[in-house]
């Protein structure tokens, strides 16, 4: 199993930005996804996950409205569109399968100048 995500960079804020997270090495289709991030001296939140059809997705209450989750299952790809970035979405975001236990990948890095 392998998660890479992308797409992460030094942004000004109430600009946008879409991570993305491709696996493999299971059958993504048929799993969750989620998105978590970790913002500087703080533990690693679950913002948000998709369920394997995407027809169903919840969100944290702090980024609801903002963050949109999305997934291309014929891609094996997961996706985190944010949008009006604030600074205190600093973070690295990192993607994870449920998939026997879990699995993160390396996490991609936000900063948001003010």
């Known amino acids: 199993v392998k998660l890479v995500e992308s797409g992460g960079g030094l942004v000004q804020a109430g600009e946008s930005l879409r991570l993305s997270c491709v696996a493999s090495?299971?059958?993504?289709?048929?799993?969750?996804m989620e998105w978590h991030r970790q913002a500087p001296g703080k533990g690693r939140e679950l913002i948000a996950s998709?369920?394997?059809?995407?027809?169903?997705?919840t969100y944290v209450d702090q980024v609801e409205g903002r963050f949109i989750i999305s997934r291309d299952n014929a891609k094996n790809t997961v996706y985190l569109e944010i949008k009006k970035l604030k600074p205190e979405d600093t973070a690295m975001y990192y993607c994870?399968?449920?998939?026997?236990?879990?699995?993160w990948g390396q996490g991609t890095q936000v900063t948001v100048s003010s």
């Open positions: 994870r399968t449920p998939l026997h236990g879990g699995y």
């Open positions: 090495g299971f059958v993504f289709s048929s799993y969750d």
């Open positions: 998709i369920s394997p059809s995407g027809g169903s997705k």
